[in-house]
């Protein structure tokens, strides 16, 4: 069975800086892209950042680049996002999402809070 377990959420001033892993089981890590949601109070569920099976390209929202980095580690199976210069607006649940032929699966997610 496909798992994501994000972790590493936490409450963090602003300016502040946060990194969230993603650990993946049942299925081959390398093998597939990973990706970054967040979902704020009240907002839709919308990409943060995204990264190839090699880590080689990465793509961000425009609103966390500079500031987001995600990375991947294929022997310990995991996906990080660096979150630095954190802003009020990046409060949210932060999910790990992998696409899988037809199917998505998805995190339990884990919250980041921002605030002073």
């Known amino acids: 069975q496909v798992q994501l377990v994000e972790s590493g959420g936490g409450l963090v001033q602003p300016g502040g800086s946060l990194r969230l892993s993603c650990a993946a089981s049942?299925?081959?890590?390398?093998?597939?892209?990973m990706r970054w949601y967040r979902q704020g109070p009240g907002k839709e569920r919308d990409l943060v950042a995204a990264?190839?099976?090699?880590?080689?390209?990465?793509n961000y929202a425009d609103s966390v680049k500079g500031r987001f980095t995600i990375s991947r580690d294929n022997v310990k199976n995991t996906v990080y996002l660096q979150m630095n210069s954190l802003k009020p607006e990046d409060t949210a649940v932060y999910y790990c999402?992998?696409?899988?032929?037809?199917?998505?699966?998805w995190g339990q997610g884990t919250q980041v809070t921002v605030s002073s």
């Open positions: 049942g299925f081959t890590f390398s093998a597939y892209g």
């Open positions: 990264i190839s099976t090699g880590g080689t390209i990465r």
């Open positions: 999402n992998v696409r899988i032929y037809a199917s998505s699966y």
